[in-house]
């Protein structure tokens, strides 16, 4: 996979000596459960977070190209409900304390133009729960359109059911 840049942020491949970074951006009570994950409750369960879930797929490390901190997570993941199409699914989670500058909607631009550009992608989707305002409010910047209300379409850590809304961006709408 390739690192990406924009006027802010480098977004490169995650390593397992991100660790502790990780854990500063995970542990957090306000960030994962609007993902549908649990805060990570140490160093160790960031590392297996690393091994299992973010190196086996496109996820990339959101760094503040200023200080060199990571930031966030951005990453590109096999769209479930499209196995026939070249198509991805979009998913990003940032540093309690940088919500709110544009950070997500600047880095899901560049990941969505290098989809379809490189990838050659057909279709991005995203999901996101009914209550994540702020992810809704990004999914509109970057021009996805709205599909549908996927009722029961995941179960998160706590076990409760949740309902999705799904959005997607054709090749051909994100060309014009
Ligand atoms: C969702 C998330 C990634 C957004 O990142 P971000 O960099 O803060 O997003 P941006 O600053 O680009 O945009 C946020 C927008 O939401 C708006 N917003 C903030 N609070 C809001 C609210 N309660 N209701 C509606 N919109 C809201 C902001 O005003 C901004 O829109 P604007 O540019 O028109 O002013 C971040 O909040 C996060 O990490 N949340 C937890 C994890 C998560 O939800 N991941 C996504 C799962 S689908």
């Given at each position: 996979?390739?690192?990406?840049?924009?006027?802010?942020?480098?977004?490169?491949?995650?390593s397992m000596e991100d660790a502790k970074s990780l854990y500063e951006y995970a542990k957090h009570p306000d960030v994962g459960p609007h993902a549908g994950w649990k805060?990570?409750?140490?160093?160790?369960?960031?590392?297996?977070?690393?091994?299992?879930?973010?190196?086996?797929?496109?996820?990339?490390?959101?760094?503040?190209?200023?200080?060199?901190?990571?930031?966030?997570?951005?990453?590109?993941?096999?769209?479930?409900?499209?196995?026939?199409?070249?198509?991805?699914?979009l998913g990003y989670g940032l540093k309690h304390e940088w919500w709110g500058k544009g950070i997500i909607t600047e880095a899901s631009k560049e990941v969505i133009r290098?989809?379809?550009?490189?990838?050659?992608?057909?279709?991005?989707?995203?999901?996101?729960?009914?209550?994540?305002?702020?992810?809704?409010?990004?999914?509109?910047?970057?021009?996805?359109?709205?599909?549908?209300?996927?009722?029961?379409?995941?179960?998160?850590?706590?076990?409760?059911?949740?309902?999705?809304?799904?959005?997607?961006?054709?090749?051909?709408?994100?060309?014009?």
């Amino acid at each position: 996979m390739r690192t990406l840049e924009t006027k802010r942020l480098i977004m490169r491949a995650w390593s397992m000596e991100d660790a502790k970074s990780l854990y500063e951006y995970a542990k957090h009570p306000d960030v994962g459960p609007h993902a549908g994950w649990k805060p990570h409750a140490d160093i160790e369960e960031s590392k297996e977070v690393l091994r299992d879930i973010l190196l086996p797929v496109e996820a990339w490390a959101v760094i503040y190209k200023e200080t060199g901190e990571i930031i966030g997570n951005i990453a590109l993941e096999n769209d479930r409900i499209r196995p026939d199409l070249l198509s991805k699914e979009l998913g990003y989670g940032l540093k309690h304390e940088w919500w709110g500058k544009g950070i997500i909607t600047e880095a899901s631009k560049e990941v969505i133009r290098y989809g379809f550009e490189d990838l050659k992608l057909e279709v991005i989707a995203i999901h996101t729960s009914e209550v994540n305002k702020r992810s809704q409010r990004v999914i509109e910047k970057c021009g996805f359109k709205y599909e549908g209300l996927l009722r029961n379409s995941c179960r998160i850590f706590t076990g409760e059911k949740r309902n999705s809304y799904v959005f997607s961006l054709l090749a051909e709408e994100w060309e014009k």
